[in-house]
């Protein structure tokens, strides 16, 4: 399944986003979701993850309470709401899938999109 990802931007510490994934395929639906961000410097490392119903969603701890994902299976996409944005937000955020299980680690990702790049600003 190609994944693509769209919704970054440069915005003010305390502000908000909302990033998108927009899948190719109508299986989408049957996959599992998350997203995962890359700092410069750092390794990648795992953001968030939604069940392929949304019945279920895990965080990393240090966006819990203020990032939200969510999934439109009729648009084929994913969402990423992030409120109260830290200049440690600033990142590549990366879509991904996986046909079984919940993401929760790079290797267990079956597909990459590309990334978006968000930057906040202190």
């Known amino acids: 399944v190609q994944l693509q990802a769209f919704g970054g931007g440069l915005v003010q510490a305390g502000g908000s986003l909302r990033l998108s994934c927009a899948a190719s395929?109508?299986?989408?639906?049957?996959?599992?979701m998350g997203w995962f961000r890359q700092a410069p410097g750092k390794e990648r490392e795992f953001v968030a993850a939604i069940n392929w119903s949304g019945s279920f969603t895990s965080y990393a701890d240090s966006v819990k309470g203020r990032f939200t994902i969510s999934r439109d299976n009729a648009k084929n996409t994913v969402y990423l709401q992030m409120n109260s944005l830290k200049p440690e937000d600033t990142a590549v955020y990366y879509c991904?899938?996986?046909?079984?299980?919940?993401?929760?680690?790079?290797?267990?990702?079956?597909?990459w999109g590309q990334g978006t790049q968000v930057t906040v600003s202190s």
């Open positions: 991904a899938s996986r046909r079984v299980g919940v993401v929760a680690t790079t290797s267990e990702v079956d597909y």
């Open positions: 395929e109508r299986t989408f639906r049957s996959y599992n």
